[in-house]
């Protein structure tokens, strides 16, 4: 790996670059909430001012620009008995994700495993991972935070550059030769003991700022002893059914699908929409019949598909522990808490 | 154009005969069909109107489908319902009102009719019963919710119809749309929304527009009411506040609001 | 010489709302002409009572699909003045906007949708859609402008969710704007076609003198607030309106009826402009001038025509608007709303005419007290005083009962009657 | 400066390993003609499709027990069973009941018309593995129509099994498919053995629930027959249930033991989970099961 140091003014120089020739988005502050906090969501970045590096988590994760919740998955130009189809992977320009932190580039990482690299990957998904470029940035663990009970508090690959503060300077790591290249425009150094000394500072004391712990061993073998437990019924009865969670999640990825017509009956429409495991006819076939009637099977089938059965498949948990779907949730269901209370009802057995 | 059946997919397509009704109401979704100025010429296409007393002089009772829109508050009202309902091979309540009663149904908050009647009228009689919903009086086929309707749903029954595709609405809540649109949660700007129990369809239509749901679409299919009271007290808001909200169209009227989490 | 006469119609088309007309003529005397208003009453003054000040907008709006935004400005500005809020100058800029969208979007569907029938010998739009295709699509590019600003500013055309007290909860921003700036200038081209279209109509000759009332402009066209006047010289305030419409219940009719100095008085565009011609925009004022439509115009046809007039005058005011706007910095801003016991009146021209609404509130902010008065409303003894003037006029004539019918329909019509509303 | 970032061709990517290979590969639908349409019951009708690009055609091939993505543009798109022999190459035979959305618009589709397929998806049954048993086909209902493709295989292959068994019950006789063909099995030396729950006037055969059938063909066999003995069930739910019950009160080994799930789905390619049953894609793993992953899936079935 390469790394490299800058100085602070450098970073306005470059992302001001990137600006004037690409489609930039990060976290910008969308607005204050009603005790004046400021909001942040990742939106297009038109000024360096924009912004906003220091950022606590977005309320809706980045999986936006990677599975959008509404796609267009085909066009049909209709004749008599005929049509003819058209597809589009919906990329119109590479995209510089710019701000990413640890947790939602493992979250990428994750859905690459079965968007990607599994039987019939997603083309659509595939074209927009591929055509962004992502620069990450180093985070303050928030106290809605357990990452790094997930193991994503840190991101080995799935970015072309990394940024941490050290405070004075910026600390970069390189992952691919278009970073590399983008960073010939501007002044870089090699970092030097010194500046290893502060990014290992700092890298142990934002460790000990993790405040939120959830136990997940044999997690796996748990749920399913948990199967019928009253555990379930009891976040059942909280859960709302909205579907909030799984909307914020950046790694939840279920949809459905709908056929439309165009007015003039000349197009036919492929529409894709993400979908919430949590909502009443998630599971509701022809003739009505609901294999999950009940939110309290729903919600436990959140926990299970990702906490089980995505084990199961690609050996690591679909949840990166950033805390977004607790945070977002009206009814204040958080992933510890839920997970905890499956945990202790088998222990209290 | 008339005359000639189209076809989709080789098979024929339905044009029905379509007459529009309006009863005790505001008009405002008859006025949403016209509003549709780009899709207006290809929407009637699809439709024979024969009956449409807001734009239309002819008027024809040999109909297939009524959209009938507007709540019931008199005896002629009644009459003139069960009349369309004897025509009509598919009544459609159209509009918050047809569906619930709409802001309408407010009045019923009151027990004593007569004292509503003075406040306005003074000792003039004027006819005007308790208000009731479409489904009160006759069955009712399909149902489009909203206050007003939404254009594009109107456009994709009346679509769905010619095509012979299934009638479907939304069965979750306004959450959903919401969180689509990238909106931030009235809950965090300390206002009061009933987007977690409120049927979608509308694209969250209040809340992208940064102001809380009022329900005017009725409850969504398993509702939590009873969380969705806890939050709305836990966040503040006043059970007067609340029930301004859910009894303002009448949709949840049904819905069992538990008496001790209001209180 | 015709000497009997006898029409009937009953829920008169292409209207909002219910109403009946009865003319019966006997030996050439009037017998009756009625105008009968038998929409149902939905009792909102009643439904208001006991509610916290934030659903009187939200629920009045619902008073009328059509000048719904209309409904909800005067709501909202009754609530303002009960709780002594002034609104900044930039939540006054939008909400003008949104009000003249409002007027363009409601005057073009009347005159294009429901009144060029009429003009064309055709019972409603949609033969016209075949015959005279480019018309409609004209009347539906004018709509379309016009609803697409609303839902942009508004959040909605009709029942804007937007618009509460204080200000809004939302503004567009400038990317969103921009692009209207175009589109309004190009619209006039559009509206120019449709008064080359009216210039050929022959607009009925029919005369009865009566009393115009509307807001009184300050240095510009009236539409949100102010004083009243009337062209009989009445100047009040606008807490006072109560004293400018004297409602009162009559027989026939679920809609309350009103007077001032006269048996009966009009409000509307034609009302407007009698008493503000001198606000309008030249190139409105001009055009006016060419169908000799000068103050004090008093026939009611004309009221069309008026509303033509009007059409233009609220797009160019819009372009200036529009400019004014994007030159100047808005935030997203909403005033704090603190209620307080107290009385307050909004009086906002809407495409019918002149709308009150008067709340009192007790000091948590509920309404202990509402009324409305309707521009429909307001009208109603004047349509009836013009019905009978009309039938008793062109039955001496020697009109039949089938061109009388035509002619009374084409006059009620001409007022452009909300009478859902003016019942409410 | 700083150029414009590229457009990165997806099929020439670094990042494109094995699987993702050219564009083509992504495209997992063919287009395809309906050749005919065969009115079998009053709620089922038999449509053959076949691929119309040649050599499309010559590639598609299937086991018995997969299915296919069946997609008429603009109204709809949804999983149905191959229910034809997997030896006609390129071209399958689809029984489909009328029940909903895009099966009531297929109703009145005519022969010629164009639609998509996707496919063929999931796991089938394992045929060759059973080489040298007895088999039992159940089915119950539509259940015959994915029963139909191992049926023709095993008619095909008639030799390589030992005693072959179907049991085949509906609710009354006029609901019975594919009645036609009832003779050309039982003539490959094939028990048929059908019974309807309402017999109408005509009906002359056994009166009762499948399981009656069941239980006649099981009892009184040695121990041998049950242990060589594959089982298909298809179905609906409840009636998989008790003959997998009674399947397992006669110890045929569980692993032996294949039903077919029918889930919701809107992929078939283990991407929108509305399948997954417990957390196993009914698309990928399934929608064949053997009865002891079956016991395994934890969300009850
Ligand atoms: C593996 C598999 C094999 C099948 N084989 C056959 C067959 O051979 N013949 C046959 O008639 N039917 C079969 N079905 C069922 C068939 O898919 C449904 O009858 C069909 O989806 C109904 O669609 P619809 O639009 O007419 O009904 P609607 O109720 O209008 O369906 C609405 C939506 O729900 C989905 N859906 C509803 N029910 C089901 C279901 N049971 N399975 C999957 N998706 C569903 C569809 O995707 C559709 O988009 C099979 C289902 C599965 C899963
Ligand atoms: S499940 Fe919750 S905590 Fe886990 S990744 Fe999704 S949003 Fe974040
Ligand atoms: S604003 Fe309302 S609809 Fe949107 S997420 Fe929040 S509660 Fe749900
Ligand atoms: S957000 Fe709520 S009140 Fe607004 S249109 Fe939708 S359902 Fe109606």
Redesign the pocket.
């Known amino acids: 790996m390469i790394f490299r140091v800058f100085e602070k003014e450098e970073l306005k120089k470059l992302v001001e670059l990137l600006i004037a020739h690409n489609r930039v988005v990060g976290p910008v502050e969308a607005g204050k909430d009603s005790s004046g906090i400021p909001i942040y969501a990742f939106g297009e970045i038109f000024e360096f001012k924009d912004l906003r590096l220091n950022y606590t988590t977005t309320k809706l994760s980045a999986k936006k620009y990677f599975l959008p919740f509404k796609e267009e998955l085909a066009t049909f130009r209709m004749d008599t008995m005929n049509w003819q189809k058209e597809i589009n992977y919906n990329v119109k320009s590479p995209l510089i994700l710019f701000g990413l932190h640890p947790c939602d580039i493992n979250a990428l990482n994750k859905l690459d495993k079965v968007l990607i690299h599994s039987d019939y990957p997603m083309p659509y998904y595939l074209a927009k991972r591929k055509n962004t470029f992502i620069v990450g940035v180093n985070c303050e663990p928030q106290p809605s935070c357990f990452c790094r009970s997930m193991g994503t508090d840190t991101a080995m690959h799935g970015f072309d550059l990394f940024i941490t503060d050290l405070g004075n300077r910026y600390f970069a790591e390189i992952h691919t030769d278009t970073a590399y290249n983008f960073l010939k425009h501007i002044k870089t150094t090699e970092p030097c003991e010194d500046d290893h000394v502060r990014y290992m500072k700092i890298v142990s004391e934002r460790n000990k700022k993790f405040v939120t712990y959830v136990d997940t061993t044999d997690l796996m073998k748990i749920l399913d002893m948990e199967f019928q437990s009253e555990v379930w019924k009891h976040w059942g009865d909280r859960c709302l059914a909205c579907g909030t969670c799984s909307s914020v999640c950046p790694t939840c990825y279920c949809y459905g699908?709908e056929e439309s017509v165009d007015i003039d009956l000349k197009r036919a429409r492929k529409l894709k929409m993400l979908y919430s495991c949590n909502l009443i006819d998630f599971a509701?076939?022809?003739?009505?019949h609901n294999f999950r009637p009940e939110r309290s099977t729903r919600l436990k089938y959140r926990y299970y598909h990702k906490h089980r059965g995505f084990v199961e498949a690609f050996e690591e948990s679909l949840c990166v522990g950033c805390g977004r779907c607790g945070e977002a949730c009206l009814a204040e269901i958080r992933v510890p808490d839920v997970i905890n209370s499956v945990r202790s009802n088998g222990v209290r057995v | 154009m008339d005359g000639e059946v189209r076809t989709y997919l080789g098979v024929p397509l339905y044009r029905p005969k379509v007459a529009f009704f309006e009863f005790t109401s505001c008009e405002g979704c008859q006025l949403q069909i016209l509003n549709n100025e780009v899709n207006l010429l290809d929407f009637f296409s699809l439709i024979e109107v024969v009956n449409f007393r807001e734009v239309m002089t002819e008027r024809s009772d040999d109909y297939e489908i009524a959209f009938v829109e507007g709540s019931i508050t008199t005896d002629n009202e009644i009459k003139r319902l069960k009349r369309i309902r004897r025509q009509a091979k598919m009544l459609i309540a159209f509009g918050s009102c047809a569906c619930f009663g709409g802001v309408n149904q407010l009045k019923n908050r009151f027990r004593d009719l007569d004292y509503v009647k003075r406040e306005v009228y003074g000792e003039h009689p004027v006819e005007s019963k308790k208000v009731r919903a479409i489904d009160e009086i006759v069955d009712v086929d399909l149902r489009i919710y909203g206050c007003p309707v939404r254009k594009e749903e109107v456009e994709k029954i009346v679509l769905h119809i010619a095509l012979g595709k299934?009638l479907?609405v939304p069965k979750y809540p306004v959450c959903v749309e919401c969180k689509a649109n990238e909106n931030i949660c009235l809950f965090d700007l300390g206002e009061p929304c009933l987007g977690p129990i409120t049927r979608a369809g509308c694209n969250a239509w209040c809340p992208t527009n940064r102001a809380g749901c009022w329900g005017c679409r009725g409850p969504a299919e398993d509702v939590n009411m009873e969380e969705m009271l806890r939050i709305m007290k836990g966040h503040g808001f006043s059970e007067e506040t609340i029930m301004d909200r859910l009894e303002c169209f009448g949709g949840f009227s049904p819905v069992k609001i538990p008496e001790e989490s209001i209180r | 010489m015709r000497k009997t006469l006898n029409v009937n119609v009953k829920h008169l088309t292409r209207v909002e709302g219910h109403g009946n007309i009865r003319i019966k003529i006997r030996n050439g005397r009037l017998i009756e002409a009625r105008w009968e208003v038998v929409e149902t009453p939905r009792f909102f003054e009643v439904i208001l009572k006991g509610k916290k000040w934030d659903n009187a907008p939200w629920i009045t709006g619902r008073i009328c699909g059509i000048c719904s935004t209309g409904h909800t400005l005067a709501s909202i500005r009754a609530v303002e003045n009960a709780f002594g809020i002034v609104p900044d100058e930039n939540t006054k800029r939008f909400r003008l906007l949104l009000k003249h969208m409002e007027t363009l979007q409601s005057h073009t569907l009347h005159l294009c949708f429901l009144v060029l029938p009429d003009f064309m010998n055709a019972g409603s739009v949609f033969p016209l859609i075949n015959s005279h295709r480019d018309v409609v699509i004209r009347a539906a590019r004018i709509k379309k402008l016009a609803n697409d600003l609303c839902d942009l500013i508004g959040g909605r055309s009709i029942h804007p969710p937007r618009l509460v007290v204080g200000g809004f909860t939302k503004l567009p921003d400038r990317r969103e704007l921009q692009p209207f700036l175009q589109q309004l200038e190009q619209i006039e081209e559009d509206l120019m076609v449709f008064v080359e279209l009216f210039r050929g109509f022959e607009i009925p000759d029919f005369v009865r003198e009566t009393e115009f009332v509307s807001l009184k402009g300050e240095g510009e066209y009236p539409f949100i607030g102010g004083d009243l006047i009337s062209s009989d010289g009445v100047h009040m305030k606008e807490q006072d309106y109560k004293k400018m419409t004297n409602e009162y219940v009559v027989e026939h009719s679920t809609s309350k009826w009103c007077r001032l100095s006269r048996e009966s008085f009009a409000v509307g565009a034609l009302a407007r402009l009698n008493n503000n011609f001198e606000f309008l925009h030249p190139v409105a004022k001009d055009i006016a001038r060419s169908f000799g439509l000068i103050p004090v115009t008093h026939n009611p046809f004309m009221n069309n025509i008026a509303q033509l007039v009007e059409c233009v005058h609220v797009v160019r005011d819009s372009i200036r608007l529009l400019n004014e706007i994007l030159d100047s910095e808005w935030k997203e801003q909403r005033q704090k709303v603190e209620p307080r016991s107290g009385v307050g009146v909004g009086a906002v021209e809407v495409p019918r005419g002149i709308l009150y609404h008067c709340y009192e509130f007790d000091d948590k902010g509920r309404i202990v007290m509402a009324d409305c008065v309707i521009p429909t409303g307001q009208n109603h003894a004047n349509i009836q005083h013009d019905l009978e003037a009309l039938a008793e006029e062109y039955a001496t004539r020697g009109k039949c009962d089938s061109e009388i019918e035509v002619l009374a329909s084409m006059l009620v019509r001409a007022y452009d009657p909300c009478i859902s509303c003016s019942v409410h | 400066m700083i150029s414009q970032l590229k457009l990165i061709d997806i099929t020439k990517s670094s990042m494109a390993e094995k699987r993702v290979g050219d564009l083509s590969r992504f495209e997992y639908s063919y287009k395809a003609e309906i050749m005919s349409v065969y009115r079998l019951t009053e709620k089922?009708t038999l449509y053959r499709i076949q691929i119309i690009d040649p050599e499309e055609r010559r590639r598609f091939s299937f086991t018995p027990g997969q299915?296919v993505m069946l997609e008429l543009p603009g109204i709809?798109?949804?999983?149905?069973?191959?229910?034809s022999s997997p030896s006609i190459r390129g071209e399958i035979e689809?029984?489909?009941?009328?029940?909903?959305?895009?099966?009531?618009?297929?109703a009145r589709v005519k022969r010629g018309t164009i639609v998509g397929i996707r496919g063929p998806f999931?796991k089938g049954f394992p045929m060759e593995e059973m080489h040298g048993q007895n088999i039992l086909l159940v089915a119950g209902g539509?259940g015959l129509?994915?029963l139909r493709s191992p049926i023709f295989y095993v008619i095909e292959n008639r030799s390589r099994f030992e005693e072959v068994n179907i049991v085949y019950g509906t609710k009354s006789p006029d609901q019975l498919l594919f009645t036609y063909q009832y003779e050309m099995w039982q003539k490959d030396d094939i028990n048929l053995n059908i019974i309807v729950e309402k017999p109408d006037k005509k009906w002359k055969g056994p009166v009762g629930l499948i399981t009656d059938s069941l239980r006649e063909i099981l009892s009184g066999r040695d121990k041998e027959f049950y242990q060589n003995t594959y089982a298909i069930v298809c179905g609906p739910p409840v009636m998989f249930k008790f003959v997998c019950n009674m399947l397992n009160e006669f110890h045929i080994p569980m692993q032996k033991m294949f039903v077919?799930?029918?889930?919701?789905?809107?992929c078939g390619m283990g991407k929108c989970c509305?399948?997954n049953v417990g957390s196993t894609y009914?698309?990928l793993k399934?929608?064949v099961f053997d009865y002891w992953t079956v016991m395994n899936l934890k969300e009850a079935i």
Do not use: K
């Open positions: 699908v509701e076939v022809a003739g009505g | 299934s479907t | 089922e299915f709809d798109e949804a999983p149905f069973s191959i229910s689809l029984c489909i009941r009328r029940v909903g959305n895009l099966t009531n618009f297929l999931g539509l129509a994915p077919s799930l029918e889930r919701r789905m809107h509305r399948c009914t698309c399934g929608p």
